[in-house]
C-alpha cells in the first residue's frame, strides 16, 4: 500500500517529556506510523494539543524519539541537517536583520554556500515568494503575511530535501491565509519539495494536500488516512467543490470523535502525579 | 467635515467638492512633522531650565541667605569661568579622567566578558551568583577606607572604586542580555543547523545589545560616584579633591562650579552612549 521508497517514514515513533513541575514523564506522541511518499504534500489535522507539533519537530530533529523509527531516505534522524527546513509558526525573525538578512540566515547557519552566492540566490528566492522591493524592511516593518513569506524563504534558500510546515499561517488573518495558501501551492507546484504540513484547519489541509492524516488526541496517533483525489493545479474554487465538501465532513468528523471523549478518558494520557 | 455632511437627507449623494464646507484641509504631512513640533523638546527643556535659573538668581540676589550659603547661578559661572583661568584645575581634571578612564574602561571589559559568560554558561552564573549579588547589593563605596589602607591616596583607591561601582550594572545587564535572547529565535538556529559559535556570534550577542549598552549607561553613574566620593575622602588632587577643598575653605561658588562640572560630564558620556544606543536600534520602528 505505501510506496516502497518512502521519503520520509516512521514507525512507532513514541516521544516523551519530562515535565519538571510536576515531576511526571508525558507521552505527547505514542506509536505514530506513517510515511511521506518523495514529492508528495502530506498534511497532519488532529484535535489541538495532540502532538502534531511535537511530531513535525522530532522529524525535523529538534527533539529526539523515546521509541520507534524516524528515517528520512532511510537513515535515521537524530539532529537537524540540510536536507530538512522548517517554517515556523511564529515567523522567528532576526529582528536588527532586514528581509535579505533573514532570507539568508538559514544557509548562513548551515555554512553550505558563501555570502555573495546565498545573497544572489536570496534576491531570486524573495522574488518568488512575492517580496520584491522589500529587500531592505525590517521585519517589525512587515504584516505578519510578509514576515511569514520571509520565514518561507530562508526554508527554501536551504533547497532542502522535504519541507517542513508548522501552522505557517495560522497566526493570520482569513484573507491573508487563503492567499497565502494559493501562493504556497504556487510555490510548491514549481519545486515539488516533498511537504510535511501540520495545520489545525481542516480546509486548508484538504486544500494542500495529495493525502491528509489525522491524529487522535493526546497521546498522538494515526487515526485516519485520506488520500485527497482533486486535481491540479488548484485554485481557491476548489473549497466549494462537492468532493472537496465530502472530504471536509469525513476528517471533520474523525476529529470530532477526538474531541467528544469524556474527561476522564482524555486525563489517561497523563501519568499520575 | 463629517460623513453625514456629504450625504443628502434623501439618500442621494451630493459632490462633496460642491461644498462651502469643503475648504481646502489643512494640509498634515504624515512623513515629516512640523518644524515646531520636532524642536518641541529643545525648547520645552531650554525653557524650563532658563526658568529655573531666573528664580534661583531672584531668590540669591534677595541675600536672605549669603553668598556663602546661597550664591545665585551667575556667582556660580564667574567661579567656572575662573576656574578653567588657572592651570591647577587641569591637573584636577587629567587627574579624576585618567581615574575615570582607567576604572571605567577595565569595568567594560571585565564587565562585558564575565556578563556574557555567566549568561551563556550557567555553570558560571552559579558560581558567580554569590558574588555578583553580594557586591552588588553593597555600595562599593563603602570600600573606599580598605582600599586607601591598601593603596594610600594616590590613584589606585579611586579607580578601584570606580570600577567595582561600573563593573556590577554591566555585568547583571550584559546577563540579562543573553538571557532573554527569544526562544524561538533560538529554535529557528538550532533547525538549521547552526553551531554554538554562531548563534552566540549571530543571534545572542546583536540581541544583547541594548541590554549592554543600558549596562554601560547605568555603569557611568556609578563610576562617576565612585570618582567624586573617593577623592572626597582623600586624594591629592582631583575634581572631587576640589569639591571638598573649596567647601572646607567656604568657597561655595567654587565648590558648585564643581558640581557643574561632574555633572556636564555624566551628561555627556550618557549622551554619547544614547546615540550609540540609538544607532543599534535603527530597525525598531519610531514610537511616534
Request: hydrophobic letters at 45%.
Amino acid at each position: 500500500m505505501y510506496d516502497r521508497s518512502a521519503k520520509l517514514a516512521a514507525t512507532g515513533v513514541v516521544i516523551e517529556y519530562w515535565l519538571h513541575r510536576s515531576k511526571t514523564l508525558f507521552t505527547a506522541i505514542k506509536g505514530v506510523d506513517l510515511t511521506v511518499r518523495p514529492g508528495e504534500f502530506l498534511a497532519i489535522v488532529g484535535p489541538s494539543g495532540c502532538g502534531k507539533t511535537t511530531f513535525l519537530n522530532a522529524v525535523d530533529g529538534l527533539l529526539p524519539i523515546a521509541d520507534g523509527s524516524l528515517t528520512l531516505d532511510g537513515r535515521e534522524i537524530t539532529k537537524p541537517g540540510p536536507d530538512r527546513a522548517m517554517v515556523f509558526q511564529q515567523p522567528g525573525l532576526l529582528p536588527w536583520r532586514t528581509v535579505l538578512g533573514n532570507v539568508i540566515f538559514g544557509v548562513e547557519a548551515q555554512g553550505s554556500m558563501s555570502k555573495s552566492e546565498a545573497v544572489t540566490r536570496a534576491r531570486h528566492q524573495i522574488e518568488l515568494v512575492g517580496l520584491n522591493g522589500f529587500e531592505d524592511a525590517y521585519p517589525l516593518e512587515l504584516s505578519g503575511g510578509m514576515q511569514q513569506r520571509v520565514n518561507l524563504a530562508r526554508a527554501l534558500l536551504t533547497d532542502p530535501e522535504m519541507l517542513l510546515l508548522d501552522e505557517p499561517f495560522a497566526a493570520l488573518d482569513a484573507q491573508t491565509r487563503e492567499m497565502m495558501q494559493l501562493e504556497l501551492l504556487k510555490i510548491w507546484s514549481q519545486t515539488r519539495k516533498t511537504a510535511l504540513f501540520i495545520t489545525h484547519d481542516i480546509k486548508e489541509a484538504i486544500y494542500l494536500s495529495d493525502r491528509v492524516i489525522v491524529f487522535t488526541r493526546r497521546p498522538g496517533r494515526v487515526k485516519n488516512e485520506l488520500e485527497i483525489k482533486l486535481s491540479r493545479p488548484r485554485d481557491l474554487r476548489v473549497k466549494r467543490d462537492p468532493q472537496f465538501l465530502t472530504y471536509e465532513d469525513e476528517i471533520w468528523e474523525s476529529i470530532q470523535e477526538e474531541l467528544a471523549v469524556p474527561a476522564e478518558r482524555l486525563m489517561k494520557g497523563v501519568p499520575a502525579a | 467635515m463629517s460623513i453625514k455632511d456629504s450625504l443628502d437627507l434623501r439618500g442621494t449623494a451630493v459632490p462633496v467638492t460642491s461644498r462651502e464646507s469643503d475648504a481646502p484641509r489643512e494640509k498634515r504631512s504624515v512623513v515629516q512633522p512640523s518644524r515646531i513640533k520636532l524642536y518641541e523638546p529643545l525648547i520645552l527643556g531650554t525653557l524650563s531650565v532658563v526658568l529655573a535659573l531666573t528664580a534661583w538668581q531672584l531668590v540669591a540676589n534677595a541675600r536672605i541667605y549669603s553668598i556663602l550659603f546661597l550664591p545665585g547661578p551667575w556667582d556660580v559661572a564667574q567661579a567656572f569661568v575662573k576656574l578653567f583661568q588657572t592651570d591647577d584645575i587641569w591637573l584636577d581634571i587629567g587627574t579624576s579622567g585618567t581615574e575615570m578612564g582607567i576604572g571605567y574602561g577595565m569595568a567594560i571589559v571585565v564587565g562585558l566578558v564575565i556578563g556574557l559568560l555567566m549568561g551563556w554558561y550557567t555553570r558560571f552564573q552559579f558560581a558567580l551568583d554569590p558574588f555578583v549579588n553580594f557586591f552588588y547589593s553593597t555600595p562599593r563605596i563603602v570600600l573606599i577606607p580598605l582600599f586607601i589602607l591598601w593603596w594610600g591616596i594616590e590613584m589606585q583607591p579611586k579607580i578601584a572604586v570606580i570600577f567595582l561601582g561600573a563593573l556590577f550594572p554591566i555585568i547583571i545587564n550584559t546577563m540579562a542580555g543573553v538571557r532573554n535572547t527569544e526562544a524561538a529565535l533560538l529554535r529557528v538556529a538550532r533547525s538549521f543547523g547552526a553551531s554554538d559559535a554562531l548563534i552566540f556570534r549571530r543571534v545572542v550577542l546583536p540581541g544583547s545589545v541594548p541590554f549592554i549598552l543600558t549596562g554601560f549607561r547605568l555603569g557611568i553613574g556609578h563610576a562617576l560616584t565612585g570618582v567624586v566620593v573617593a577623592e572626597l575622602i582623600a586624594a591629592k588632587h582631583g575634581v572631587g579633591q576640589l569639591i571638598a577643598i573649596s567647601s572646607q575653605t567656604f568657597q561655595t561658588p567654587k565648590m558648585l562650579a564643581g558640581v557643574v562640572l561632574i555633572a556636564c560630564t555624566g551628561m555627556l558620556l550618557t549622551a554619547i552612549l544614547q546615540r550609540i544606543e540609538n544607532r543599534f536600534q535603527s530597525w525598531r520602528p519610531q514610537i511616534r
